[in-house]
């Protein structure tokens, strides 16, 4: 089965510090993956997709195959990277985009 | 402001009853997703219409149904409605060409009493 896993329901850190959000999927075919984000009172909106490599506000997230994995990286959290984030899978082929349960990041001062 | 537009905010209706939530698309996005958000499910995708075609299915259940517009917007039923549908429903919408980027609205919070 197709599937999205994000194993921290919460996960906090401290200003400055390193941060990771974990993310699994399982999905025997090429996948396409996205992190969202939600701020407090916004909307759901897209933070970066692996296709495209790239780097906003300082996250990275890297495909590894290997381990089906894509978790997403960030060397010093700042207090306003305190958001919900959703990892989502897209199977090769299909319009569906899975998500995880989503992963409450709160960066204290 | 991401441009899709849900209404009704909120809801609240007794179990049994139907109800119809409205998603009106940004402009020149022909698709539009619905996603179902309970408490710790995460996103749960329903359904994705494009120009007006159901392009892909999700665990949408037979009480629920939906459809797209020729003017674009989706409408969403839930009928025979019980305790356990009470939840966030979102729309997203996307140009539908490949470009992968969902754009979300604030969704609907349905509470079955």
């Known amino acids: 089965a197709q599937r999205v896993t994000q194993p921290e329901k919460l996960l906090s850190v401290f200003k400055g510090a390193p941060v990771e959000l974990k993310c699994n999927y399982s999905y025997s075919g090429s996948p396409e993956l996205f992190w969202y984000v939600q701020y407090s009172r916004q909307r759901l909106q897209l933070l970066l997709r692996?296709?495209s490599r790239e780097s906003i506000k300082g996250f990275t997230a890297d495909l590894n195959k290997g381990e089906t994995s894509f978790h997403l990286k960030k060397p010093f959290a700042q207090e306003e990277d305190s958001a919900m984030y959703y990892c989502?899978?897209?199977?090769?082929?299909?319009?569906?985009?899975?998500f995880g349960t989503g992963t409450r990041l709160k960066v204290l001062a | 402001d991401s441009g899709v537009t849900q209404t009704p905010k909120h809801l609240i209706t007794a179990t049994g009853q139907r109800v119809t939530l409205r998603c009106s698309p940004r402009s020149g996005d022909l698709s539009v997703y619905w996603y179902q958000q309970s408490l710790d499910q995460g996103l749960q995708f329903l359904i994705q219409?494009?120009?007006?075609?159901?392009?892909a299915k999700g665990n949408i259940l037979e009480r629920f149904s939906a459809q797209q517009f020729p003017d674009l917007h989706s409408e969403l039923n839930l009928s025979s409605l019980e305790l356990g549908d009470s939840a966030l429903y979102f729309c997203?919408?996307?140009?539908?060409?490949?470009?992968?980027?969902?754009?979300f609205g604030s969704g609907t919070q349905l509470s079955v009493l």
């Open positions: 989502a899978l897209r199977p090769s082929g299909t319009y569906k985009y899975i």
């Open positions: 219409y494009y120009n007006g075609e159901e392009r």
């Open positions: 692996h296709i």
């Open positions: 997203a919408s996307s140009d539908g060409t490949g470009n992968e980027k969902l754009f």
